[in-house]
């Protein structure tokens, strides 16, 4: 034991300097997901059917697909048509892209959940569509959404690890390297592991908390 | 400007103290024909109860006086105008959304399932709408909403949650809701079927005052003891049309159709 | 070879790597119902310590990175225990496991919903706990767990492009290959990312007759 961490202790901060560019392109990407996500949910409901199909297809193609071949798609393609950013701008943008698709379906199915008779007592009430809307069933779609919601999110953590393949040195790229070079994967993918659940149970911890915090006043049927 | 009450007094033979007039009220969904022509007075300050088996369009039709649904043929007035039209030469226009926010925050509807809103505390619950749709400032809205509670018997429950309150409890709640835009007329539908036996009557009392201030209520309800004490008249209705009307007293002790009869005897 | 066009051989190359990921898929799906499977009995059956384990396993396994657990796998394993690895081994061992750590939680709850209504009822006709869980559990748990398996089933199937990292020649490895030959990043991905678009859709409505069909079994049951 004391063996690996006299191995391990000159790469930590290397290390460390993966784990915070894991967290910054983890935000971005969560930042950019529930953007396009609230934006693909709002398209679904539209009154044009041609809108409505392409916000639908969106999140279908981008769920049903592996994550490594859009990025390829992306890291390999948009230099092909001129589009010149760096891979860690490519890799936030392709992990926005698929947490949009996945943030859109939990939105929908949310705001489709909302009691039909609740909206109807704000409709009686006089309440106008837009009120209806932004104080009745956001708020009310946004209690019941905050599980699914976290757990897009944790798996949004989960897949940035990809992105090392693409050459951006994040949490797993760096325990790539310092791996290789301390002959110790064994070690070394083991305390990644490790370090990725606990960013997972730190998430899902603040996740919870959010819910209680949120639906406090609902009952939302014990869900532990 | 027309749709003004005057206008369809003249033109429809609508009574002066008229609150719901509806003449051959029709409502279809698809091939399915709910309303088949339903005829009802509702004069100001009185109270109709509406009864009959399930499916027979109780429902629809108070839905229909509040335009969540629509008609398919008839007239519908409150206070003696159209609710989602306007009248403009011998053709009905569906008023715009703005406009039948304003007309629905006049009729006031109690539903079954209470559906208070379940994120909002019961003085959210109450000043949410005449803030937004009547304009009363923020702070006289809570005056008046504490004045309601008072009235309902949920002084007490103002910073309360919906899940916190009994069944009973939030249909007061839901009540006091209601009142609070002031409503010219309150529409119930069945407002005691979903709770246990003990707190129907809590919710019955409240409803007795109301008609005692003079309030207008159209009630579909199956509590016959009701609408045989507080009711002004009583409406059976069946497989879409009005079997049989009358004095709720009268109607009760002795039923002329033999339908009627049928349904008062199961329900009693 | 380097800007070369694309060939009519391209064709079995991708035919090749569709197998392969077809067939990994196959395999561990089978492997990691069956340890899901057994993890279940031994929590069914409140196993000590085993449970524990079996429980921190799949915490972790949820809880981590697929491409963590290959590279633990595939590099760490070999190195550590002084053991050969094939990257179609190392493939095969992980994804099952990952897919085993998922199944195992979906059983779970189905089995807990139809438990917490029924066996009270069954234990008074002095049924064992076995026959409780084949003939009382079993069944409705399966209509109950079948969805979420489908649904579990579709994203492990994106899952396995992962072991082209480790060098198993799927059809996320041909993709790569055939980008990197032609140069024509566009067309490969879409002609590989419709193949997988493909095989989710068709595992997807076959996934969805079982469930019709196991749900009218149920009722069928239930009379
Ligand atoms: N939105 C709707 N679409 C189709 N049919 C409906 C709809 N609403 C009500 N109905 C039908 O209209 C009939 C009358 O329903 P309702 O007015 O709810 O009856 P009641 O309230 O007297 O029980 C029923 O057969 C019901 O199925
Ligand atoms: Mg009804």
Known sequence: MNQLWVTLRPHLPFMLDGFLLTVFACTLAIIGAVLIGALMASLRTSGN????????????????????????????????????????????????????AFVSDVIRSGILAVDQGVIEAAKVSGLSRWTIFTKIVLPIALRTSVRPMGSVLINM???????????????????????????????????????????????????????????????????? | MSNTPSENRARFGVPEDSMVFARGVRKSFGTLDVLKGVDIDVPKGSVACIIGPSGSGKSTFLRCINHLEKLTGGILLVDGAFV??????????????????????????????????????V???????????????????????????????????????????????????????????????????????????????????????????????????????FAREIGDQLIFMDGGVIVEEGNPREMIANPQSPRTKEFLSKVL | MRYADFTPYDLVLLAQGLGVTVGLFTLTTLVGLLIAALFTLVDYYRVPVLRQ?????????????????????????????????????????TISLNTAA?????????????????????????HSRWQILRFVLLPQAAAFSIGPLVGLLVNQLQVTSLISVIGVFDLTKIGNILNLRTLEPFIVW??????????????????ARIEKRLRRSVVWEGI
């Open chain 2, 84 to 121: 989602g039209y306007d009248l403009r030469k011998d053709r009905l226009y569906e008023v715009k959304d703005n406009e039948l926010c304003q007309r629905r925050a006049e009729i006031g509807m109690l539903f079954q399932s209470f559906n208070l809103f379940s994120h909002m505390t």
């Open chain 1, 157 to 224: 953590v989960l897949t940035s690890s990809i992105l090392s393949t693409i050459t951006i040195n994040e949490l797993t790229g760096t325990a790539k390297i310092v791996a290789s070079t301390t002959f110790k994967p064994f070690e070394v993918y083991l305390v990644l592991l490790v370090l990725y659940a606990s960013l997972t149970y730190a998430l899902s911890l603040l996740i919870n908390t959010v819910h209680r915090r949120l639906n406090r006043a609902m009952d939302t049927g014990g869900a532990a």
């Open chain 2, 123 to 225: 003085m959210e619950n109450l000043i949410e709408a005449p803030v937004h749709v009547r304009r009363v400032p923020v702070e006289q809205a809570k005056s008046e909403a504490l004045e309601l509670l008072a009235r309902v018997g949920l002084s007490e429950k103002v910073d309360s949650y919906p899940r916190e309150l009994s069944g009973g409890q939030q249909q007061r709640v839901a009540i006091a809701r209601a009142m609070a835009m002031k409503p010219k007329v309150l529409l119930f539908d069945e407002p005691t079927s979903a709770l246990d036996p003990e707190l129907v009557g809590e919710v019955l009392q409240v409803m007795r005052d109301l008609a005692e201030t003079g309030m207008t209520m159209v009630v579909v309800t199956h509590e016959i003891g």
């Open chain 3, 190 to 207: 879409t002609v590989v990312g419709l193949l997988y678009y493909a095989l989710a859709k068709l595992l997807a409505s076959v996934g």
């Open chain 3, 53 to 93: 384990v079996i429980v921190t396993v799949s915490e972790a396994l949820k809880n981590s990175p697929v491409l963590v657990q290959l590279f633990l796998v595939f590099f760490g394993l070999p190195a550590f225990f002084h053991i050969n690895m094939t990257p179609f081994v190392a493939a095969s061992l």
């Open chain 1, 49 to 100: 059917r041609i809108v409505r199909g392409v916000a639908f297809a969106y999140s279908d193609v981008f769920r049903n697909t592996p994550f490594i071949v859009q990025l390829f798609f992306f890291f390999y393609g948009l230099p092909e048509i001129g589009i010149y950013i760096g891979a860690f701008e490519t890799g936030v943008i392709a992990l926005s892209i698929i947490g949009g």
């Open chain 3, 102 to 126: 998922f199944a195992f939680v979906i059983f779970r709850s189905g089995i807990d919903a139809v438990e917490a209504e029924q066996v009270a009822a069954a234990k008074v006709y002095g």
